[in-house]
């Protein structure tokens, strides 16, 4: 039997994975499935629903074992999707940040009232966006979240926009033709983890593969951390942004897997709780009923 991982260029990890070949050899039935073909549906409302296709696709048949940002875990919940985290990265507070161009007379998160706050909604980008309100005293409802995954950049450098919540390295090429500011640092108000996650039934019925998927991971992100400049030509090839540019983004960031602790738990429960309180979900969740001990037992046992 097959097992189908999903993978996209968004999570770094997997998407290197894909180009190295060292789960194919572990298990040579293992099927590539990327995330960009499959059907998203219509993009849903920002100011009231959170996208669930990440999720979805785990229990529909597109794939066994998905990586992806904090929030498309916890919209699966609320879902009633029963899934499991499999592992977490370490903190990736430089990789993405609120900002707004230097010369803006919003000064902090309180000031974004009323303006329009561009972000790849649904994914990390949504979490902090929101804890930042939070912080301000502010709720969703407070301003105009405009979903812009292919074009934020060129909104937030045209104005169309007033702030956008970026990530490298798409903030790279901002920084080389704008000065911009941080609203608010992303260390201290979110963790911003890599994470994967599967079904239960995957979790609990094909462990032996489960593990293998773990361990290849944890091998190519070793790889990477020790070749960030080759690894960036898989992503440089694969869009039009140039390798230096991937190879910033790469170098910022921890690799390897780490099991899921409390930490973790916590700040994913104050994010659903928001998502809840917001609206953004309908129905709440217990991030925890998704946290598999004996999962976590395989990510511990990795080499250090």
């Known amino acids: 039997m097959s097992v189908r991982v999903g993978y996209f260029p968004q999570n770094n990890s997997l998407f290197v994975l894909r180009h190295l070949g060292i789960l194919d050899k572990r298990l040579p039935d293992v099927e590539w499935v990327d995330?960009?073909?499959?059907?998203?549906?219509?993009?849903?409302?920002?100011?009231?629903?959170?996208?669930?296709?990440?999720?979805?696709?785990?229990f529909d048949g597109g794939y066994d074992f998905i990586g992806t940002g904090s929030t498309p875990p916890v919209t699966a919940q609320a879902k009633g999707h029963d899934i499991v985290y499999v592992a977490v990265s370490g903190p990736r507070v430089e990789n993405g940040r609120l900002v707004v161009p230097a010369d803006s007379d919003?000064?902090?998160?309180?000031?974004?009232?009323?303006?329009?706050?561009?972000?790849?909604?649904?994914s990390w980008q949504t979490t902090l966006l929101l804890l930042a309100l939070d912080k301000?005293?502010?709720?969703?409802?407070?301003?105009?979240?405009?979903?812009?995954?292919?074009d934020a950049a060129e909104r937030f450098l045209a104005r169309e926009v007033d702030a956008w919540v970026g990530s490298y390295p798409d903030l790279?090429?901002?920084?080389?033709?704008?000065?911009?500011?941080?609203?608010?640092?992303?260390?201290?108000?979110?963790?911003?983890?890599?994470?994967?996650?599967?079904?239960?039934?995957?979790?609990?019925?094909?462990?032996?593969?489960?593990?293998a998927i773990i361990e290849a991971l944890h091998e190519a992100d070793a790889?990477?951390?020790?070749?960030?400049?080759?690894?960036?030509?898989?992503?440089?090839?694969d869009d039009s942004r140039p390798a230096a540019e991937w190879e910033h983004a790469l170098r910022t960031r921890p690799?390897?897997?780490?099991?899921?602790?409390?930490?973790?738990?916590?700040?994913?429960?104050?994010?659903?709780?928001?998502?809840?309180?917001?609206?953004?979900?309908?129905?709440?969740?217990?991030?925890?009923?998704a946290v598999s001990e004996e999962v976590n037992a395989i990510t511990r046992a990795l080499p250090r």
Do not use: M
């Not at 301000?136 to 292919?150: H, K, N």
């Open 35 to 58: 995330l960009r073909g499959l059907d998203h549906g219509p993009r849903v409302d920002p100011t009231s629903a959170l996208p669930s296709a990440h999720g979805d696709h785990l």
């Open 106 to 122: 919003v000064q902090d998160p309180a000031g974004l009232r009323g303006k329009r706050v561009a972000l790849g909604h649904g």
């Open 136 to 150: 301000a005293g502010l709720t969703w409802s407070d301003i105009v979240p405009v979903d812009s995954y292919g």
């Open 172 to 211: 790279t090429k901002v920084e080389q033709q704008a000065r911009i500011r941080e609203l608010i640092p992303t260390e201290g108000l979110f963790s911003h983890r890599s994470l994967w996650f599967t079904s239960r039934a995957f979790a609990a019925g094909r462990r032996p593969e489960l593990a």
């Open 223 to 237: 790889w990477t951390a020790a070749n960030p400049a080759r690894a960036a030509e898989f992503f440089a090839a």
């Open 255 to 289: 690799w390897g897997l780490l099991p899921v602790d409390s930490d973790f738990v916590g700040e994913q429960q104050h994010a659903a709780d928001l998502f809840y309180a917001n609206g953004l979900i309908q129905q709440r969740v217990s991030v925890a009923d």
